[in-house]
C-alpha cells in the first residue's frame, strides 16, 4: 500500500511546503486506508475557531485544538512524485522523512510546469502502484494539479487538510481549513484513491528519525497532446530565483515602507539572507510592487524559516498569509499593531533606520 506524495522542489532540496506534506502523509499512512470505497462521497460540518485556537495548533504544529499531530507512521510506504530526472531526486532530504521510493517523472514532451499532464502522471502512477492516497501541498501547484487530478479520475479531491485519520469503515475524517483558517470542517472522505492537499499552516516539519533507504525509480507518463495544451515556463533572467511559496527567508514591506523607492533596502537585505521580497495588500493596491509578491489570504501563502515584517500592522488577511512562518520577526513604529501580538521578536523603531543598520552589520560580517 502506497501513499504518493507530490514533492515541489527549493533549489537542490525539498521545498518547506512539502516536507509539511510528507509529514502529513507518514501520520495516516497505514493499512485502514487501503480498504476505502471506490464510491467518491462526503460530508461536513463545520465549528468556528474564532477563541485563536485555530491559530495556536496552526502556530504549535497541532492538527485540531483537541488533539496533537502525530508523525507516527502506519503500514503503508510514503512514495515522492518528483518532475524531473533521476539527478534531479533530492534524495538526502526524502530518506530524512521517510521516504521508501521516490518515482521521476521524465518525459521528451514535458519541459515545464503543465498542470493537467502532471495530474496525469500522477493518475497513471496512482493505478499503477494501486496508491490508497495522493498528497499535495496546499499551494497554488499543488491544488491546481490536485483538482485536474479528481477531473481525471472523477474522484472528489478534499483541500487545505490539517489532519487526517483512517476510520473502520476505510473511510478517512479529515479536519480542513476553512475561511482561512478561521474555521476548522470535520469531514468524511469516503473515495478510493483519497486525494487530499495539506494547509501548509496546519502541519509542522517532523522527520522521521530513522532515515530510509530510498530507491529512485523513472516513471515515463502517457500524454495526450491536450495534457500539454497549457503550459508555464519562466523567463531566463527569472528562472533562477526563489520563489514565495518555497523562500526559506521572506521579507515584507507594508505601507510603512513609504512607496516603491523604499524596496530598494529590502530587496538588499533579502539577497543577503538569500531569500525574496513579499509584500502587504496595500501595496500592490498602491502599484507599488507587483501582485505575485502579496502574502495573505488573497494573494501567496508562505511558511519561511524567517519573516521579517517591515512597516506591516498584520491585518487578519494578511496574517492568514503568513502564520505558518516558523518566526515572525516585526519591525513597526506603533507597538499596538496587530502583528506584535504574532511576532516572535519584535523592533519598535523607524524601518528606514533599522533595515540600513541591519544591512550594514550583515555586511560587516
Given amino acids: ?64 485544538p483537541n488533539g496533537t499531530f502525530t508523525a507516527a507512521g502506519g503500514g503503508a510506504a510514503v512514495a515522492a512524485v518528483v518532475f524531473g530526472g533521476p539527478a534531479e531526486v533530492p534524495e538526502a532530504d526524502l530518506a530524512a522523512y521517510g521516504v521508501t521510493d521516490a518515482y521521476a517523472v521524465e518525459s521528451g514532451e514535458l519541459t515545464g510546469y503543465a498542470p493537467q499532464a502532471w495530474a496525469r502522471a500522477l493518475a497513471g502512477l496512482a493505478a499503477d502502484l494501486s496508491a490508497t492516497a495522493v498528497v499535495a501541498a496546499g499551494t497554488d501547484r499543488g491544488h491546481e494539479v490536485m483538482a485536474h487530478l479528481g477531473a481525471i479520475t472523477g474522484l472528489p479531491m478534499a483541500a487545505n487538510c490539517a489532519s487526517a485519520e483512517p476510520n473502520a469503515d476505510g473511510t478517512l475524517r479529515l479536519v480542513r481549513h476553512r475561511w482561512a483558517g478561521s474555521l476548522l470542517e470535520d469531514a468524511v472522505l469516503d473515495a478510493s484513491p483519497a486525494l487530499l492537499t495539506v494547509a501548509v499552516d496546519a502541519v509542522a516539519t517532523v522527520s522521521a ?49 513609504g512607496g516603491p523607492d523604499g524596496f530598494g533596502t529590502l530587496e538588499e537585505l533579502a539577497g543577503l539572507l538569500g531569500g525574496v521580497v513579499g509584500v ?86
Avoid at 7 to 28: C, I, K, M, P
Avoid at 54 to 60: E, T, V
Avoid at 219 to 247: C, F, I, N, Q
Fill in 1 to 64: 500500500m502506497t501513499v504518493l506524495c507530490l514533492v515541489e522542489r527549493d533549489g537542490d532540496g525539498v521545498a518547506d511546503v512539502s516536507l509539511r506534506a510528507l509529514t502529513f502523509a507518514r501520520s495516516f499512512a497505514a493499512p485502514a486506508a487501503s480498504s476505502a470505497s471506490s464510491t467518491p462521497s462526503a460530508s461536513a460540518t463545520g465549528s468556528a475557531a474564532g477563541d485563536g485556537s485555530s491559530l495556536m495548533y496552526q502556530k504549535a504544529g497541532y492538527s485540531a
Fill in 209 to 257: 528519525g530513522h532515515p530510509a533507504q530510498v530507491a529512485v525509480h523513472v516513471y515515463e507518463p502517457v500524454l495526450d497532446e491536450a495534457d500539454l495544451r497549457v503550459t508555464a515556463t519562466e523567463s531566463a533572467e527569472r528562472s533562477g530565483g526563489v520563489s514565495l511559496a518555497t523562500a526559506r527567508v521572506v521579507v515584507g514591506g507594508g505601507r510603512g515602507v
Fill in 280 to 365: 502587504s495588500r496595500v501595496v500592490t493596491s498602491e502599484g507599488w510592487r507587483p501582485h505575485k509578491q502579496q502574502v495573505g489570504q488573497t494573494g501567496t501563502r508562505i511558511s519561511p524559516e524567517l519573516y521579517l515584517a517591515c512597516g506591516i500592522s498584520g491585518a487578519i488577511q494578511h496574517m492568514a498569509g503568513c502564520l505558518s512562518a516558523k518566526h515572525i520577526v516585526a519591525v513597526n513604529t506603533d507597538p499596538d499593531a496587530p502583528i506584535i501580538s504574532h511576532a516572535d521578536y519584535a523592533v519598535i523603531g523607524d524601518l528606514s533606520q533599522v533595515i540600513p543598520a541591519l544591512v550594514a552589520a550583515i555586511r560587516a560580517r
